[in-house]
Nanobody, 123 residues
Framework: QVRLVESGGGSVQAGGSLRLSCAAS????????MGWFRQAPGKEREFVAA????????YYADSVKGRFTLSRDNAKNTVYLQMNSLKPEDTAVYYC????????????????WGQGTQVTVSS
């Protein structure tokens, strides 16, 4: 079992920045790929970014490329999503995810989810 705890959501004006954190704990959590999804009201949950725990390789949705950066701290089993140049359309509940491979995360085939954190961007 892997437990994910998110933090760092909030409200910001368009053009601003926020940083989300996701701390993983539990059995073999240090070997899991991790990522972020988001879900806006009335929309399906969508992939945002993912990071391979073994290679550090990162993957992003086209809608956030160049604005969001995903990084990790192996010692803390924590990933960070730095979100810059935020837009109103980035408003959503952001969910941390963990799986054995980054490919599974990108496909949305995920067993472990965080509780979600709200990000609101006003125009």
């Amino acid at each position: 079992q892997v437990r994910l705890v998110e933090s760092g959501g909030g409200s910001v004006q368009a053009g601003g920045s926020l940083r989300l954190s996701c701390a993983a704990s539990g059995r073999t959590s240090s070997s899991y790929a991790m990522g972020w999804f988001r879900q806006a009201p009335g929309k399906e949950r969508e992939f945002v970014a993912a990071i391979s725990w073994s290679t550090g390789g990162t993957y992003y949705a086209d809608s956030v490329k160049g604005r969001f950066t995903l990084s990790r701290d192996n010692a803390k089993n924590t990933v960070y999503l730095q979100m810059n140049s935020l837009k109103p359309e980035d408003t959503a509940v952001y969910y941390c995810a963990a799986e054995t491979t980054v490919g599974a995360i990108i496909r949305g085939s995920i067993r472990y989810w965080g509780q979600g954190t709200q990000v609101t961007v006003s125009s």
